[in-house]
């Protein structure tokens, strides 16, 4: 150490003037003094040393690479090389459009401190900061990795501050599971890389990558974490909520912010109602894998297209919580989802009704413009008698006959009916005298449609069957029916009699949907009486407070001045129920539309403003909609029971669904009913449906759909549509009718429009649009079984209601971007026209056997493997059957009340083997507790070139009796590609354990040249859905 080096205060005295050397006394003291120095300056020097070194290493390291491998270390734009370089990252100009000119050093980010150590459910370690410079301040110098081996299915990675606590998505919001034994066999691998930090998750048997962030080093700061990840492959699926105009995403430098927002769904990038950080990627092997990051602050998702030789890269930019990752390794597109859902939830199952056609616009003035909506759509018959069209008088007679007799509450009243294009005869068992009443008017009635009600009406009064035509399941009441836009309020002036209206509804056999809005008005009611919901919300503290946790925040919606519920508080949802089930006195409605509940206002944050803070300004804005965070929203400083609102504001609509559910359970607590929200959340599917919002009457909007039934099944939402029609701007009739016929293929199927634009409903339409609605929806009412079937399937397994044929067919490369075409489950295969002035639609047929739903003829020529071109006049959307499958189906009726009574039927279709399986799920159709009672039916289906087996494996409670809703008779089979031999076909029907009866030749069709086989009017050969049954044919 150098002499002149001492201790700070003391002088130092030269060695020259000293006798004796270090022998002398004074000397010892020196030399003791001097180790002292030399100990401390040590402890100084060394660790400067250490640090020096580091940060000679830590000169931005910038290699020379293909520009497509950089990360963007500036994303908020205007990147400059002194603002750059700054931040210690790198500054290259980039030559083509796209890739940044600022981005990462290869030696940003994190190294492990000391070893990552195995734990019983996986891996932890300890990482610390290198030292670079800072990019948005407040940066966590150690972080901690949690890393868990659940299943072998699914691998949880979680970045953490272990010093301080910072937001996570509470288990009220979502309850996700508590670490434990690590899996003995996982699908997976993981590495690490020491310096700088980075992990790698593979699959197993093959070595592709599921996730690798090593392209782009781990930022984690207090309001700017960033990390990642290459992927498999470059087909990649979800994120949202956003319009995303194909489903496999375009990977050309694409940012998609996700934070919730009541923005209009017009395609241009903006983040929409949901926050759904989930996305699947397709392996080039035809495997998949999905990963959520669990987290409901406000973030980018950057897709970027990688190097050729490479692969391409998504990064995460989030401003607030925890790097909380789950990974499911499938290894199918279904499984995957399975895995999702069986993490966050699985879907709701909706009542049978709400698979119904619905009715809804904003603004029908008045009751009488309500009731006029109604009847006029109830004098079209859609869906059921316009199957009838361009019969005979006669069949127009037997089918309405045989209609009251499977709808009345009476059926003893007709037991036979017999008519000849000459002769009708009646027996009426209870009604002789009527006899002659009917012959007159039934001999008066022509064929048409007009008469043909006329007469069922009529005949319905003298039988007195309760009777009532109808043709919507489900009507709705837009914020109009409210008394000055308030909730839990109706205008009697306006709409007096509306609660009469809707006993009329249930009368019918239809529903009644309410809307509700989360803002509540702090406005007295019209008369001048305080508005109670207000006072008691007051009373009870319901409301979002402002920044000091004390003043209620005030902001503006439709009914004014208004308060925001905080539905993360438990006395909240008490209030909300309490309010639900007062107004249900009122108006008996069925179920809930939830709208605004991103939330939406129509101020920015407050009547207040909002503080200039870091909450409302963070240093970092990802790129949602609106110059500020709170734009059209609640400030982000305001405070709720779950936290600030600038953690917990994507949870905002959830939070509203999950009491809306708590609602419903008091309000109808034995039923299901209905829940449609606009705002979601991962696990909102276990509460409620959605809706695609605002769309447009365009052509783009109603292809723009088919991408998002898909995304929303992925997020764990099967129960989905778009606004039939769209709901902004006026259709043309072909559109609409277009539209009409793909809506009837939505798992929620309801036409809606805006008061500033022509009614819309599908009876102010020519007379050929009324038939061709009535054609599909008849379809649709047809093959409701099977949709409900694939309900419960998904409610029970997580699995997809509708899917695109790569999930089916996952090695076929050509079906990765097929979404102009879509299936219902495995098995149906719908292909609409999605432009306009067109008879065509080209279709995409996967190498198995397809056949027309409507004929049961095979698709022509080299089809398999093939896009194809098919007819598609105005009156048809093209449905194919899958070879393999079998469709439960019903005979359909004016609403699911009526056609749940009506008699069953099977539609084979034979694969290449000439087999063919499916199932058969039925309830009441509203229990809320019969899957978990075991209340319910279920069938399983099997056939073979001989052969239809109809398994029971679950009977109801107590088995079937007169009257029960599982009393029902199969009434027709259809058999698809079932090659017979010469002459007439012989059938055989009847229980398994029994004898079986030959099938009277009148009731057997078999066309050769097609191989369709056609079983009919099977009621009479006593053929229960509720008993193992069996067919053969030879």
Not at 129 to 148: I, K, Q, W
Not at 406 to 434: E, M, N, Q, W
Not at 782 to 806: D, E, M, S
Request: charged share 20%.
């Amino acid at each position: 150490m150098p002499v002149e080096e001492s201790s700070p205060g003391r002088s130092v005295e030269d060695p020259r003037n000293e006798k004796g050397g270090f022998s002398s006394p004074r000397w010892r003291v020196v030399l003791v003094l001097s180790c002292v120095v030399v100990a401390a300056l040590l402890v100084i020097i060394v660790p400067t040393a250490v640090v020096l070194t580091r940060t000679d290493r830590l000169d931005p390291v910038c290699p020379a690479m293909d520009e497509r491998e950089r990360v963007d270390c500036h994303p908020e734009g205007k990147a400059a090389r002194d603002r750059c370089e700054a931040r210690g990252c790198c500054w290259s100009p980039a030559a083509t459009q796209g890739p940044p000119s600022c981005f990462y050093p290869t030696n940003h980010g994190y190294e492990v401190d000391g070893a990552v150590v195995k734990t019983a459910s996986g891996y932890r370690a300890r990482l610390r900061r290198l030292n670079t410079p800072t990019m948005y301040g407040g940066d966590v110098a150690t972080v901690e990795l949690l890393v868990e081996m659940q299943e072998e299915h699914r691998l949880h990675v979680k970045i953490l501050d272990p010093a301080e606590a910072r937001y996570e998505v509470p288990e009220a919001a979502l309850r996700v599971p508590r670490p434990g034994q690590a899996a003995d066999s996982p699908m997976y691998d993981v590495t690490f890389t020491h310096r700088p930090f980075s992990f790698k998750v593979t699959r197993r048997s093959t070595g592709a990558t599921i996730f690798d962030t090593s392209v782009g080093k781990l930022t984690f700061s207090d309001q700017f974490l960033s990390v990642s990840t290459r992927l498999a492959s470059s087909n990649l699926y979800g994120l949202g909520e956003h319009v995303h105009r194909r489903y496999r995403h375009d990977l050309n430098w694409k940012t998609w912010p996700i934070f919730a927002s009541g923005a209009n769904p017009f395609g241009n990038y903006e983040n929409l109602y949901g926050h759904h950080p989930f996305y699947m990627c397709l392996e080039d092997d035809g495997k998949a894998n999905g990963v959520m990051l669990l987290n409901s602050n406000a973030m980018d998702v950057t897709l970027q297209p990688g190097a050729p030789d490479s692969a391409p890269i998504v990064t995460y930019r989030v401003i607030g919580g925890v790097l909380d990752f789950y990974m499911f390794l499938g290894p199918s597109p279904e499984n995957v989802v399975q895995q999702y859902t069986e993490l966050i939830g699985r879907p709701v199952m909706p009542a049978y009704w709400g698979l119904g056609f619905q009715l809804c616009r904003w603004n029908y003035t008045n009751t009488a413009g309500l009731r006029e909506v109604i009847e006029r759509n109830r004098a079209t018959g859609i869906p059921y008698y316009g199957s009838l069209k361009g019969k005979s008088t006669t069949h127009y007679l037997t089918s309405l006959v045989h209609f009251l007799a499977s709808t009345t509450d009476k059926p003893g009243y007709i037991s036979t009916l017999v008519l000849t294009d000459f002769t009708r005869a009646f027996d009426c068992v209870h009604h002789p005298t009527a006899i002659n009443k009917l012959l007159a008017l039934g001999l008066s009635v022509g064929p048409s449609e007009l008469e043909v009600v006329q007469f069922a009406r009529v005949l319905g009064v003298i039988l007195q069957a309760d009777l009532k035509w109808s043709t919507h399941d489900v009507q709705y009441g837009d914020i109009d029916y409210m008394e000055d836009r308030k909730d839990f309020t109706y205008d009697a002036d306006l709409y007096q009699g509306l609660p009469d209206l809707v006993q009329d509804l249930h009368d019918h056999g239809q529903k009644y949907i309410i809307i509700l809005d989360p803002a509540i008005t702090n406005q007295d009611r019209r008369d001048g009486s305080p508005y109670q919901p207000y006072e008691d919300g007051l009373r009870d503290g319901v409301f979002v407070k402002a920044a000091d946790g004390e003043t209620n925040l005030i902001g503006e919606v439709w009914p004014g001045t208004t308060l925001f519920p905080d539905y993360t508080n438990p006395s909240t949802t008490e209030w909300w129920s309490e309010y639900c089930q007062r107004f249900h006195n009122v108006i008996p409605y069925d179920g809930l539309w939830i709208d605004m509940n991103e939330p939406k206002s129509f101020m920015n944050g407050s009547n207040n403003g909002c503080e200039s803070n870091r909450w409302n300004y963070p240093p970092f804005k990802p790129a949602i909609v609106g110059r500020i965070m709170y734009d059209l929203t609640l400030c982000m400083d305001a405070q709720q029971t779950w936290g600030k609102h600038y953690d917990v504001h994507s949870l905002y609509g959830h939070s509203m669904a999950i009491a809306t559910r708590s609602a419903m359970s008091r309000v109808l607590p034995a039923k299901r009913g209905v829940i449609i929200t606009r705002s979601s959340f991962p696990s909102t599917g276990s509460y409620a449906g959605h809706w695609l919002g605002s769309n447009k009457a365009a052509w783009e909007d109603m292809a723009w759909s088919i991408p998002a039934l898909f995304e929303l099944n992925l997020f764990g939402i099967p129960y989905i549509g778009a606004d039939i029609c769209g709901f902004l701007w006026e259709p043309t009739e072909e559109l609409c009718q277009r539209w009409m016929q793909l809506g009837a293929f939505y798992p929620f199927s309801r036409n809606h429009n805006h008061r500033e634009y022509k009614d819309q409903d599908p009876a102010v339409f020519s007379q050929s649009m009324i038939d061709s609605t009535r054609d599909v929806m008849m379809t649709r009412y047809t093959l409701l079984p099977y949709l409900y079937t694939l309900f419960y399937h998904a409610h029970v397994a997580g699995t997809t209601v509708v899917r695109p044929l790569l999930h089916e067919f996952p090695t076929d490369s050509n079906t990765w971007d097929v979404d102009r075409q879509f299936l219902w489950g495995s098995g149906l295969l719908i292909s609409p026209v999605l432009t306009p002035n067109t008879t065509t639609v080209s279709a995409y047929f996967p190498d198995t056997p397809w056949y027309d739903y409507y004929t049961g003829h095979e698709v022509e020529g080299d089809y398999r493997g093939q896009t194809v071109t098919l007819d598609a006049p105005l009156n048809k959307i093209n449905v194919h059957v899958r070879g393999g499958t079998i469709l439960p189906t019903q005979q359909p009726a004016n609403t699911t009340v009526y056609s749940r009574k009506n008699p069953m039927g099977l539609l084979v279709a034979m694969d290449d083997s000439s087999a063919a399986s499916g199932t058969l799920f039925w309830d009441d159709g509203e229990a809320v507790d019969a899957i978990e009672q075991r209340d319910y039916l279920l069938v399983n289906f099997s056939a073979s070139s001989t052969e239809l087996a109809c398994d029971v494996v679950a009977l109801p409670l107590g088995g079937p009796t007169a009257g029960h809703w599982a009393a029902l008779q199969y009434g027709t089979v259809s058999v698809y590609g079932l090659a017979l031999g010469t002459g007439t076909p012989t059938v055989r029907a009847g229980r398994v354990n029994g004898p079986l009866q030959t099938v009277a030749a009148s009731r057997v069709q078999y066309d050769r040249d097609n191989q369709v086989l056609l079983l009919t009017d099977l009621q009479a050969m006593d053929l229960p859905i509720t008993e193992s049954l069996r067919f053969s044919w030879t």
